[in-house]
């Protein structure tokens, strides 16, 4: 089995790695975008949560096979993270979660209903196993991330947009914006989780929270 690193790319394999009772696949979708799809896998009732049905719903579908989707989570709004949402929730009767102030346009992008919206510190059932929601407004007003802590005290962190390697997510020059998620990713997370949390996000390649914590005044300075 080869190594996980986080490095996928659209086209190419996933690539997963267990977290205690979670087993975590990461896959890149769209060779434009290069969005990131997880499914998580309760190893205890084998029951299924995707993050993001961001494309190409043929191979989201492929990669859940016969098992049980008990949800999709959509970590924020952009059309980019939720384009393979109708053909995967038609397919599965998967149940449709997303940060409340946000869902609105989610259904209205889809034609989705939002089954489940979700605020900062509800929980998300993968089987046995539990997310914690981070709510983390400024890329979106709704945006979320998920926080799972493997029976081996390992920390993993779905962070959707809102957090890279290397910075922030895009605010699109909005400066009330901008503050709103630095404050909150900087108190809600690195103020929170340790250093070895290993974070996942939207777009691109993995970090953990002791490679990016020395930047953060950085990107404050910096803005975006």
Known sequence: MVSY???VTPGGPAQTRQAGCL?????AVDPKMSNNAYLLQCTETDELVLIDAAYDAPTLLSLIGDRSLTAVVTTHQHWD???ALA??????????????PDAASITEQTGVAVDRTVTHGDRIAVGTCDLTVIALAGHTPGSIAL????SDGQGHL???????PGGVGNTFGDAAAFESLITEVSRKIFDVYADDVWFYPGHGGDSTLGAERPHLAEWLERGW
């Open 147 to 150: 926080f799972w802590a493997g």
């Open 158 to 164: 779905f962070t959707g947009d809102s957090l890279f």
């Open 23 to 27: 087993t975590i696949t990461k896959l």
């Open 81 to 83: 993270h939720h384009r």
């Open 5 to 7: 690193t986080g490095a």
């Open 87 to 100: 053909e995967v929730v038609a397919a599965t009767g998967a149940t449709v979660v997303a940060g409340e």
